[in-house]
């Protein structure tokens, strides 16, 4: 754009060298002059430093910001690993618990199913001792009914067969041995 303008500037000197005022009716010639005077006040007041530093310090803005953003997704990061670090130790967790359930069950299950037949054995020989109770029970009661049938049938031979006296005498102590054999 300056070189634009210094063209136009030496072009429009040189088709005014004849005349010495149509430089001054040229609109490009105050032009550079107004362009002239706005650099040499920015250049002056220091608005280009203002300006420079104003920019400088946005570069700078922007490079703490990229440095909050990577810290800040360096931190993301971690946190992530950590969670994810501890999902995994919680499947793990939740793996063993899961195990060591299937494990009890199947004790539990085990140690019922023993139970149950260390409880059908017991009824069973429960059962079995009753059974041989009554049994034993009712031999019992037919060898005292047959006792008392053999005694009752002895006394009445013996009664048809001895006199009353001697029949007495011998009825008694052959029921007495009998009760004592028998019982």
């Known amino acids: 754009m300056i070189y634009a303008i210094?063209?136009?500037?030496s072009e429009a000197a040189e088709g005014a060298a004849p005349e010495a005022d149509g430089f001054l009716q040229d609109p490009t010639f105050f032009l550079l002059l107004a362009?002239?005077?706005v650099i040499a006040l920015i250049a002056r007041t220091g608005?280009?430093?203002?300006i420079a530093k104003a920019l400088d310090k946005r570069g700078q803005d922007i490079a703490d910001e990229l440095d909050k953003a990577r810290a800040l997704r360096d931190e993301a990061q971690e946190l992530l690993a950590k969670y994810q670090r501890r999902q995994r130790e919680a499947e793990e967790e939740a793996s063993g618990i899961i195990e060591q359930a299937k494990r009890d069950a199947a004790r539990l299950a085990s140690e019922a199913h023993q139970k149950i037949e260390e409880q059908i054995e017991r009824r069973i020989k429960s059962a079995e001792d009753k059974i041989a109770r009554a049994e034993a029970q009712a031999i019992a009661e037919m060898r005292s009914e047959t006792a008392d049938l053999a005694i009752d049938a002895a006394r009445e031979i013996i009664r048809a067969r001895m006199d009353q006296g001697?029949?007495?005498a011998l009825a008694e102590r052959a029921i007495d041995e009998l009760r004592t054999k028998l019982h």
């Open 6 to 9: 210094v063209t136009s500037l």
């Open 35 to 37: 362009f002239l005077i």
């Open 47 to 50: 608005v280009h430093k203002t």
């Open 166 to 168: 001697a029949q007495s």
